[in-house]
Every structure is written in structure tokens, then in C-alpha cells.
């Protein structure tokens, strides 16, 4: 049975796994193909595994097995209890995972091997290029995990200016220490301070990024991981890491253009410092005169609505905070009974990672087919009888396409004010996140209707039900 | 440059091409459970530990723990992130209320 140690049967069956990996991702084109995708991928993972664990001269089983199951008696529980809610900050965790693991495998790599002593240089730069942003990857994405599971504060923490020259002297650090290793210093002392610049480097590109570009972030970091998992592969010649990680690396990096172009933000203008906080003070010169707002009940939202033809619901992360998911679906459905058509008008950053809403909404189960992206709504809003909007607020404020001075003008938004009309669920008349005025309040087919995002779509539901 | 690097670099840019275009198929609605899934995808990385762990010889104390801690890190981005997704997938539902409508025809 000698030939299943066999290096060539070895990646025969690294070939095999990295096929189902992208075979699975391949059928994440639509919900019900994906679950079968997922478990394709996972079972690509297992033939990973085992074929890793009959390299020839396989040693340390204890210690293998060891980890493998603390591994899994820590992940199932926390799989199964995690809240749709907290979805951001365990994939930002698990982001972290990775990169942390990469950079202490390089770690014990290095102390194994005296240095890179004898490794051929080009893998040598690989697995510093791991390690590198490894580490960046780690310390990054547990400070995303602090801000976002709130034992960080979400605002900006940074040094003003001193931010950039700060970013870039601890990175010059961390690559001097990498040429140092590369060019033949064996000291551990280099790989440490390899380790902690780019520690010191993830915490500081994080802390200033304030809560509302965590979807950019956390995209941003799981690519970095893919591409240091990816460069690990290189570093040890190995098939399936290589494809894996570089199949992540192109996600994360699709996924953060997205989110960035939905912002209307650059990448390195959010990486080199914060926004969802400051500068965007002076948001055009709208805010001093006193400005005609309409108000409406909740009985008056529901008759609006069960005589319109068309009702398109816009959530936002509001709805996510005041757990308002479920009775929406249940207002919706008791609008479909009196045969309207309900959908919701999803933007690319409601929520705080890609897709949020859409799960949190598909929680609730509100179905697939309703959940429209901001493309395919945008082309509806003429025919929209009322537009619900619920704890959105800069997605759907029209000063993005109207108004060149507006902070936010350029950024793609929800056409909500094409729709005939719009009844808008607000606390108060503060401005959002941003800090910008939204001028689709002003509109004389808005109506908003003030009070807590919950309790007011309770209300609906209340006064649907006795019409 | 050597063969095997030149291989290498091959295989991901491929990858990478590859990668771009599955993953600009996912439409917007599963770009959570398309993160949960790369998460796991990344949990690859136990590979490289494995790999270390397995083939060292006299690693020492210091070294065993770095590993099994990468093992651990590793196995949880593995389990936890098929899991995560396979629940979350599960919450997607097609064609609205059909059962619910059935019900009301037959009441």
C-alpha cells in the first residue's frame, strides 16, 4: 500500500479537493444549489485533509489530534448559538483565525528550520509574505470583532495625523525585519519583530475605522488572509493551500470593491483613515432653515398601504438593531392577503458586512424571490405605490445624485423618491451615522412616522389587522 | 528561478482568474454565507500546520504549542465556517408561503 504515500497520488488528490472547492463555490449562485455547494466544498476540505495526513513520515499524531478536536469541540457550539445578528463579527473572528494561524505556523517554521537556513529564497519571501500579513490580518480583525461586537468603542480611535506617517513607519519596520530574514539573519529576534510590526500594523489600519465601513473591512481582511494562505502555499509547495487561498483572496477583493463602490469610497482613502465619523461635518447648506416636514400615524401608514398596488419595504441596519424583522414579515404578509405586492429594496451596505439584510430578512423568512438587489429595484421605484423605509437612512437620500457638495454625491442609492409616495420609520429628526441631512425627508410625498422602528411597524401591523 | 516556483505562480494566477470569475457570479443576496464559506475555504491553512507538525522532527515544547494552536485556529475556521453557512443557507427560502397558501385553500 505504498503507492497512497505517493507524492503524485498526494496531489492527484489536492487536484481532486481544489476542483471541489471551486465547484462548490460555483454553486453559490443561488440559495438552493448552495447548500449542496457548501457541503461539495466542505467535503473537497476533508480529502485536503487526509491526503495531508499521508504524507510520508506523518509524525506527532497526539499533538494532531489534539488540536483537530479542540478545534472542533469549540467551533460546533459557537456555529450552532451565533445570532444572524453577529454574523460580522464571527466572520471577522474566523478571518482573524486564519491569518493568526498562518502567522505562527511561519513562527514555528522559522525556529524549525534555524532561521530559513537552508529554505531556497523564493520560499523564504513567501512565507514571510504570509507571516507578514498574517499577523495584519490577526490583530486587524480582532479589533473589527472588539468594534462590532461593542467591547470597542465604534467611533475612530486614531492619532490624527500622526495616523499615516505612524501606519507607514511600522510598516517600513516590518519589512526591514523580512529583508533582514531573507538575506540570511537567523536571530529570532528578526521574526519577532516581524511578527509585532505587523501586529502593530493591523491594530492601527483598524482602530481608526469607524463602524459604518466595517463591510469594506472586513472584505478587506478576508482577503488578506486568502492571500497569505495562498503564499503559504508557495512557501511549502502545496496545490490545494495555493488555489484555496488565492480563491479567497479574489472573493475578499471582489467583495471589498463592491462595498467600496457602494460607498462611494476609495479603498485606500478608507484604509489611510477614518470615516464613519469625522469630516463629514459640512454636508451642503441645507441644515439652517426650518423646513417643512410631513408626520403620519401608524393608521393612516397602513390605510396607504392597503390600498396600494405595490408596497417595496427598504431595511436598514436600523431594523437589524430594533429586531423589527419579524413583525415586518408578518406586515408583509398580511398585505400579500389583500393581494399587494410586497418586496424589499436591499442596498449593498445595509448591514454591517456584504449581504447582511439578506440574511437577517431571510431569518424572518421572508422569501428568496422578495429580496431584490438595488439594481433590479431601482428600475420599479415608477411604479411603486408607497415605499416603507425602515432604519435606512444615507441609502436612500437623493442629495447622492443631485447635490455635488453633498458628502455622500455619487454614492449608488435606493431611488425611494421615484416611488408615488414614502412613509419613512424614525426615531427623530437627527441625521444618520454620516452626519448628512437627508433631503428625501423634505420631499412633499414623505411622510415620516416618528418612534421606534419596533414599536411602530407593531402599530401597523395592529391596525392592518383590524381593516 | 526553479521550476517548481515557476509552476507555482502559474497555478495562482490561475487560481485567481478562476476565483474572480465564480465568485462574480454570487449574486448580492449570499455574500454573507459566500464570507462564512471562504472563511472556511481559508481554514485550509491547517494544511500548512499539519504539514509542519507532522514532518518536524524534534520541534521542541515551544514550537508544539504554536502549532497545535494553529491546528485549533485552523479546525475552527474549518468546522465552524461550513456549519455557520450551512445554517445560514438553510434560512433562505423559496417561493413565497407556498405551503401557507395550500393551507389556505384547503381550510
Redesign the interface.
Known sequence: MSWIQDPAFINILYIISFSLFIYGLMKLTGPKTAVQGNWIAAAGMGIAVVATLLIRGMSNWWLIALGVVVGTVISIPSAYKVKMTAMPQMVALFNGLGGGAIALISWAQFRDTGGFAEEELSKVIASLFAALVGSISFWGSNVAFGKLQEILPGKPIGLGRLQQPVNLLTFVAAVVCAVAIASGQTSEWWMIGLLVASAILGLMVVLPIGGADMPVVISLLNALTGLSAAAKGIALDNTALIVAGMIVGASGSILTSLMAKAMNRSIPAIVAGGFGGGGTGGGGDTGGEDRHVNSTSAADTAIQMAYAGNVVVVPGYGLAVAQAQHLVKEMSELLEQKGINVSYAIHPVAGRMPGHMNVLLAEADVPYEALKEMDEINSQFGQTDVSLVIGANDVTNPAAETNPDSPIYGMPILKVNQSQSVIVLKRSMSPGFAGIENELYYDPKTAMLFGDAKSSVADIVEELKQL | ??S??VQ??G??VL??F???L????????????????????????????????????D??V???I????????????????????????????????DK?KKQEETA
Open positions: 528561478m526553479d517548481e516556483l507555482n505562480l497555478i495562482l487560481a485567481g478562476a476565483g474572480f465564480v465568485i462574480s457570479k454570487v449574486p448580492n443576496t449570499l455574500h454573507t454565507p459566500l464570507m462564512s464559506a471562504t472563511n472556511a475555504v481559508h481554514g485550509v491553512v491547517v494544511l500548512a500546520a499539519l504539514i509542519v507538525l507532522g514532518q518536524g522532527v520541534l521542541g515551544f514550537n508544539d504554536l502549532l497545535v494552536i494553529a491546528i485549533i485556529f485552523g479546525t475552527i475556521n474549518v468546522v465552524g465556517g461550513f456549519l455557520v453557512t450551512d445554517r445560514m443557507l438553510g434560512m433562505f427560502k423559496g417561493k413565497p408561503g401557507a
